[in-house]
């Protein structure tokens, strides 16, 4: 079984703190996602990666920054977090370059910043 | 702009009813469609279609694609209340990479 772990399921942090949410796959993949899910707008991407090392923007990576230094780690970087950040926060992997492989999803981690 | 919508966006039905979910997308470049179901935390995979008017079947839930009309519809028939979840639809439309544009999801209740 493909398994995507999260660092956290629950973060409260404060506005201008720097947070840290960290993903990892245990299943040697070589795509890994970072999404936010907010009521109403469904899931939007942030950033992805295809390869250690290699990131792209997805539709709101401003605000945000992520890391992959390794190829089952990819992290997602708040560099001074604010209010309109709060929201669930919801990492995948899928395996090759290819267009047909399925997402799998961690379980999440629910942010606020107060 | 790539752009998924879905309809409707909350549904009620009582267990036993056959409902349809609607996802219609405008994506440069389509590879494949993805419906997710997700409950209390991630969403779980149920079916990946890419070929127009080949229905893909598991149990209760049966999915379809029309490339040329740019929609697909989720079944689920005989409705349970543990069919209660958000549903999501994702596109593969990009030029590059592996990524998906998520619809906003429709919220399912099943009553009993």
């Known amino acids: 079984d493909v398994k995507v772990t999260q660092s956290s399921r629950y973060l409260v942090k404060r506005t201008g703190e720097k947070v840290f949410l960290e993903c990892v796959q245990d299943?040697?993949?070589?795509?890994m996602f970072w999404y936010r899910q907010d009521p109403g707008l469904g899931l939007r991407l942030i950033y992805f990666s295809y390869d250690v090392k290699m990131k792209e923007k997805g539709d709101i990576p401003e605000g945000y920054s992520v890391s992959r230094e390794k190829k089952e780690r990819f992290s997602l970087i708040l560099e001074s977090a604010s209010t309109n950040q709060t929201s669930m926060y919801l990492c995948?992997?899928?395996?090759?370059?290819?267009?047909?492989?399925?997402?799998?999803f961690g379980p999440g981690t629910r942010l606020t910043v107060l | 702009e790539d752009k998924v919508v879905q309809s409707p966006l909350s549904l009620v039905v009582h267990e036993g009813d056959t409902v349809t979910l609607n996802c219609s997308y405008e994506v440069t470049n389509f590879r494949s469609l993805l419906w997710y179901k997700q409950e209390k935390k991630a969403p779980t995979f149920l079916f990946m279609l890419t070929s127009s008017g080949i229905e893909k079947k598991s149990g209760r839930l049966s999915s379809i694609l029309d490339k040329k009309e740019l929609f697909s519809i989720l079944n689920i028939t005989a409705t349970q209340t543990g069919d209660s979840a958000i549903y999501l639809c994702a596109v593969e439309g990009r030029n590059y990479g592996q990524n998906f544009v998520f619809g906003p999801g429709t919220r399912l209740s099943v009553l009993p």
């Open positions: 995948a992997s899928s395996y090759g370059r290819s267009s047909y492989n399925e997402q799998f």
């Open positions: 299943m040697d993949h070589e795509n």
